[in-house]
């Protein structure tokens, strides 16, 4: 203790010799020191208000700044966000010029001034957005006019930023090395002054100046790093391998990955596939000549989150380099939202291009601001001749004052209009639009847009299709439905005038047959002229109008008396019946016409037509070419058909009907060779109806077509019952019915029926009138001449009664004539039918066809007949039509009959 006191007093007596010299020595380390405090306080403060001022202008930039403002401004016309661009512009100047005041570098300088003439920039281009809403122009042309590259500024601050860090760890390094020197100093003054007390006190008073120091230099460091931080882009240090050392939360957010798995990763990692693996690349070109560079999202850049997906961002690079180690500073802004914006204005440009409805935008003054290009394709107007006149400079005339007035009220009440309205284009059609107008409200600049499309086809169609509804196609005539709706007009006006009205139903005779040789062309070239023919003969006030097929019927109106009905029908039927020229054919029709007369006839349309239609059929049965008039008898028969078309329909259901068979004698031998199988139909209460009253009914209603088919099936297996039973008969004659050949498949019918019963095609003999073969010879002739192929024999029945020639028999695929009994039954008296029956035999055996005689009823008639070589005869001479177990008998009866009583 004494002797470190001694050692304190010796050196305290040293110190005090020395004391000048320390006093000066460590005045002089003091000194540096305060200094070096009041040096680094006044730079963190002056380093602190120009990071204030930097974070200022750089937040003034960013989402809620002058751009965020002025872009929402262009797309939304808010008048308060022009203003709140405008501040914020006028603050970004003021505080760049505030950070001029600072000691700044001459780079930032130039950064500054960039930053000067983005905003610049930006005051004008606002100026001149603000002009362009003004005259309401559209958000895409507007934002292709004042749109500004950020670029620059983007640079700026990236270099601002960049310089402020720079220039932070400069002066961190110089304070480091000032304060180094003053600690060697105080360390040497402890080493050489022997004073341990004042070393100590030195060494207190330097390590507490010194620890202020350091807390300085933190404070620094950590505001810093917050202004790192607190960026509001995503923020990375990268190395010169790749390496990223250091990134902020913001970055973490956008890639999705945390802090800690960033600086594990290289930057080629964030990067989509296509071009993670050449990025280095374009990295190691870089730090070989480093610059401040920016690209924004014009380039399609795109990072990859962590979850896969591409983030479209702009990028800011900065470089940093010190004692050889190299480093990127990357600043990264996600643009998604921009994106989005933009793809928006561009979809919706595109489709007022391109929608095929033409779309025309004006003011509250209904002046033109904007049209698309269906606009100019539909009026002919192009898009300089339509912007800045009147909307309604296409109008047509067509519409009055008060429609546009219902029009402006409808749009004021509603905000939209909607309707049909005629506009003339360019060249002066008028033409037919479907236009819907819509007021649009939009921050006190309202405007109209209308939308419209040319309906001229749909208004075409739709004539076309009501054209269709109400008249006949071919003819132009009134159909069936518009003329019911005439006639009821017509007898609600005879109530009013008290005067008749007449309804004439005609069809055409022989039409069909000229439809069918010739073709349905003819037959429709023949319906449109017999149209024009009635249309020409009728009065003016009558009506005229095709029902369908050959069918027309004319409404006569005022009828003064019915005698008028009467010399119209005459004249119809001679206008009608003309000979038509088509071509090298002479087309023959008649009209069969039937007619009503309101009220008498009925007190309706649908009785008027029905009745007129019963007038019609009688006409037709009456001989055809000629007219009946309606009456309670014509009505009488109809009930009485209907009735029995009723009846006759049940019966085909329960097999009402049985067949008879007639024997067909032979001639030379007197036996019976064939039979002729003839239909009966034994009605449960009528008892037996006779074929000729509903034979025509079968074959109007076709219903012939399954009664045939049971006749030819009973005839055929009857038949064969016979050959098993040893009655061999050579033929079984069946009738067929027209409707059988046209509407039939009457060829695989017959084989049907011949396989199940069993019997040979050669036996068959089916009979067909002749009438029907030479009004129907297109159709008739290929289906007998299948028939014969088969094998089986055909007859021509009534012969004589359809007036066929000698060069028509020839053609006709046949075996047998069959004399009609209307020639039979007045022979031997009657010369003229003796000379019919003659010439009927000859031509046969010229043509080497067999000949039998039907009808015979007297022993003359059959002794004639025979002397004129008729091969057989059938009739109520040898039998009537009998049951088949009664046929039997006869056919024993005829085997023992001598030939002798058929020969003279």
């Known amino acids: 203790m004494t002797g470190f006191k001694t050692k304190v007093w010796m050196t305290a007596l040293f110190s005090s010799i020395l004391m000048l010299i320390i006093i000066t020595f460590g005045l002089r380390g003091v000194n540096q020191i305060e200094q070096i405090k009041e040096r680094w306080a006044a730079y963190q403060k002056t380093q602190s208000e120009a990071a204030h001022t930097l974070n200022l202008i750089q937040s003034q930039l960013g989402y809620g700044g002058f751009i965020h403002d002025f872009k929402n401004f262009v797309l939304h016309r808010d008048p308060s966000l022009r203003q709140m661009a405008s501040d914020d512009i006028k603050a970004a100047l003021k505080h760049l010029k505030q950070y001029t005041q600072y000691e700044i570098s001459q780079q930032e300088k130039q950064a500054l ?63 480091e090395l000032a304060i180094d020197n003053a600690m060697k100093q105080f360390y040497w003054a402890a080493f050489v002054l022997p004073f341990i007390l004042l070393l100590t006190i030195a060494i207190i008073i330097f390590l507490h100046r010194l620890n202020k120091a350091n807390t300085a230099a933190r404070k620094a460091n950590l505001y810093y790093n917050k202004l790192f931080e607190t960026s509001p882009d995503a923020m990375m240090i990268v190395a010169e391998d790749g390496q990223i050392k250091q990134a902020n939360d913001v970055a973490t957010q956008m890639t999705g990955y945390s802090r800690q798995e960033l600086i594990q990763m290289s930057v080629e990692d964030l990067m989509p596939d296509d071009i993670r693996h050449s990025h280095h ?44 180690y190299k480093v990127a500073i990357v600043s990264i802004r996600d643009i998604t939202v921009r994106r989005k ?34 606009f100019v394709e539909i009026t002919g107007y192009s898009e300089e001749e339509s912007i800045g006149k009147n909307a309604g400079f296409t109008r047509s005339g067509r519409h009055g004052t008060e429609f ?62 009501r054209q269709l509804a109400f008249h006949d196609p071919l003819t132009g005539l009134l159909n069936r439905l518009s003329l019911t709706e005439q006639l009821d007009h017509a007898i609600k006006h005879s109530d009013r005038v008290k005067r008749p009205v007449g309804v004439l139903f005609i069809d055409l005779d022989n039409f069909k047959k000229i439809n069918d040789s010739l073709g349905h062309q003819i037959g429709d070239e023949l319906l449109k002229v017999i149209a024009d023919r009635l249309t020409a003969t009728v009065h003016e006030d009558d009506v005229v109008a095709r029902l369908g097929g050959d069918e027309f019927m004319i409404v006569a109106e005022e009828i003064e008396e019915p005698l008028y009905l009467e010399h119209l029908a005459q004249q119809l039927l001679k206008t009608v019946s003309e000979v038509v020229q088509y071509g090298d054919h002479e087309l023959f029709v008649s009209p069969s016409i039937g007619i009503s007369v309101y009220p008498r006839d009925g007190s309706n349309a649908t009785e008027m037509i029905k009745n ?34 009723s009846d006759l329909r049940q ?109 040979d095609a050669r036996y068959l003999e089916l009979e067909i009138t ?32 359809g007036y066929s020639s000698l060069s028509q028999l020839k053609q006709l695929p046949i075996h047998k004539l069959k004399v009609d009994r209307s020639f039979v039954q007045d022979i031997p008296q009657d010369s003229n039918d003796i000379a019919i029956t003659k010439a009927i035999i000859l031509m046969a055996k010229s043509l080497q066809l067999e000949v039998i005689a039907e009808g015979i009823e007297t022993v003359e008639q059959q002794i004639f007949l025979s002397e004129l070589e008729c091969d057989e005869g059938q009739g109520f001479l040898f039998s009537r039509p009998v049951p088949a177990d009664e046929f039997v008998g006869l056919f024993k009866h005829y085997q023992t009959k001598q030939v002798l009583n058929f020969t003279i």
């Open 113 to 175: 001034r960039a930053l000067e003439s983005v905003l610049k920039r930006y005051t004008s281009n606002l100026n001149l957005a603000s002009a362009m809403i003004e005259k309401n122009a559209p958000a895409v042309a507007i934002d292709n006019r004042v749109k500004v590259d950020d670029t620059p500024a983007l640079q700026a601050i990236s270099i601002l930023s960049d310089m402020a860090i720079i220039r932070n760890q400069k002066n961190l390094e110089e304070t």
């Open 404 to 465: 546009f007035q219902q029009m402006r009220q409808r749009l004021q009440d509603q905000g939209q209009w909607q309707g049909e309205i005629w506009d003339r284009r360019k060249d002066g059609e008028i033409y037919p639009k479907w236009l819907t107008i819509t007021y649009v409200d939009d921050s006190k600049e309202p405007y109209y847009i209308g939308v419209f499309s040319d309906i001229t086809l749909k208004k075409a169609t739709e004539e076309k299709l």
């Open 281 to 324: 690349h374009l990295r190691n070109r870089y730090f070989q000549a480093p610059k401040q560079r920016s690209m924004d999202g014009s380039l399609d850049i795109v990072l990859q989150n962590k979850q896969g997906n591409a983030v479209p961002v702009d990028i800011s690079l900065g470089y940093l380099s010190e004692d050889g």
């Open 651 to 759: 019966a085909l259901a329960e097999e009402q009907f049985e067949v008879y068979y007639q024997p067909q004698i032979d001639f030379a031998t007197g036996v019976i060779k064939g039979a002729e199988a003839l239909v009966r139909w034994i009605h449960p209460e009528k008892g037996m109806i006779s074929p000729a009253d509903f034979i025509p009914i079968a074959e109007d209603t076709r219903l012939i077509i399954p009664l045939g088919q049971w006749v030819l099936k009973q005839a055929c297996c009857q038949l064969k019952r016979w050959h098993q039973q040893g009655y061999h008969l050579q033929s079984m004659g069946v009738n067929l019915a027209g409707p059988q050949i046209t509407h039939s498949d009457i060829c695989q019918q017959v084989t049907d029926v011949l396989q199940e019963c069993d019997l």
């Open 612 to 645: 007129a239609d019963t007038a019609m059929y009688r006409a037709k049965h009456a001989g055809r070419n000629c007219f009946q008039f309606y009456s309670e008898e014509l009505a009488e028969a109809a009930m009485k058909r209907l009735s029995l078309e």
């Open 770 to 801: 002749e009438t029907f073969i030479m009004e129907h010879q297109a159709e008739a002739i290929p289906v007998l001449e299948q028939i014969r192929d088969m094998g089986i024999r055909l007859a021509i029945d009534d012969f004589g009664t």
């Open 341 to 374: 914006q933009q793809h928006s204005l561009e979809r919706s440009a595109a489709v007022f291009e391109k929608i095929s409805d033409a779309v025309l935008i004006s003011d509250a003054n209904e002046k033109i601001i904007s049209v698309n290009k269906a």
